[in-house]
């Protein structure tokens, strides 16, 4: 059955950035689908997407593990953790937690610099490394393909203005993409990415305050509004699920048109 491809009952998902915007639709839609949910937050105060899953009726359970993704030393400890000491099976991982900081690039300070590159590149390498690891020791009692999704952006393929740093780590978040799927697609595990467009969430405060901004946004988007955290959903359970086991090494855009034009 075509509808059974898309069920991910049983399967266990790590998901970073599940507290807020699009990591929270993400991790809430793999729940509907089936999947138990591993939420890494940097703390446990934020009980809004958990509560959520456990109350969909479906079984599922969401367990909160702590880590500051801007941490180097705490992110080399957490997929140890969710494997080692919780006892669990990962089956896919959803890198999505990332930050932005807007300045001129002539101003741009080092301090702003290495954070964005280390939340939103090291921290997805070093993530999707350890649980790669896992995937490829625990192929044989696993039940169906292993799946990393990164979550790119349109920054992945243009330039931006006043982010040079969230560029540079979404550029090289596309070539990770395809350098782990190079090594790991013959050996039972996905690796691919989905970039959003202009998603109305906490990240685009600035630009959704600005009337101008926002208006010029909104008239290159065909479709003619922002996208929404839940437009998330579909794209992330298609590819955590067998529907898109020959799908590797790609990137989704979920952007209303915008790459199109
Ligand atoms: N919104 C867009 O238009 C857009 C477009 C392209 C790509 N993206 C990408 O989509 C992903 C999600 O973006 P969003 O708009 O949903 O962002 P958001 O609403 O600002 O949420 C960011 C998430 O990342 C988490 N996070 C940030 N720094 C962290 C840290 N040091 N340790 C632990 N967690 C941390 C946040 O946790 P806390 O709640 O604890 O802060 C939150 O869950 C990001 O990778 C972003 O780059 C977004």
């Not at 099976?89 to 999505?96: A, E, G, K, Q, R």
Request: hydrophobic share 40%; with cysteine; net charge neutral.
């Amino acid at each position: 059955m075509a509808s059974s491809l898309f069920s991910l009952a049983g399967k266990t998902a790590v998901v970073t950035g599940g507290t807020r915007g699009i990591g929270a639709a993400i991790a809430i839609g793999l729940a509907e689908a089936g999947a138990n949910i591993v939420l890494i937050q940097r703390s446990t105060t934020s009980t809004d997407t958990k509560t959520a899953i456990e109350g969909l009726g479906n079984g599922t359970t969401a367990t909160v593990v702590v880590c500051d993704l801007a941490d180097p030393a705490s992110v080399k400890k957490i997929i140890g953790h969710i494997t080692v000491d919780l006892g669990l099976v990962i089956d896919i991982l959803v890198n999505c937690g990332g930050i932005q900081r807007r300045h001129p690039a002539e101003n741009f300070p080092d301090e702003d610099w290495n954070t964005v590159l280390q939340v939103n590149l090291t921290t997805c390498w070093t993530l999707a490394r350890d649980a790669g690891r896992h995937m490829l020791e625990t192929e044989a009692s696993r039940n169906g393909r292993g799946k990393i999704i990164n979550i790119a952006s349109l920054v992945s393929f243009q330039g931006g203005i006043t982010v040079p740093a969230y560029t540079a780590a979404k550029h090289g978040i596309l070539g990770l993409t395809k350098a782990l799927s190079n090594e790991w697609s013959s050996r039972n595990i996905n690796v691919n990415a989905v970039a959003p467009g202009y998603i109305a969430t906490d990240m685009n405060e600035a630009l959704i305050a600005n009337p101008t901004r926002s208006r010029q946004i909104m008239e290159r988007i065909p479709m003619g509004r922002w996208g929404s955290p839940d437009d998330f959903k579909g794209v992330v359970v298609f590819l955590a699920s067998d529907a898109s086991n020959y799908v590797t090494g790609d990137c989704i855009t979920v952007d209303g048109g915008w790459m199109g034009r």
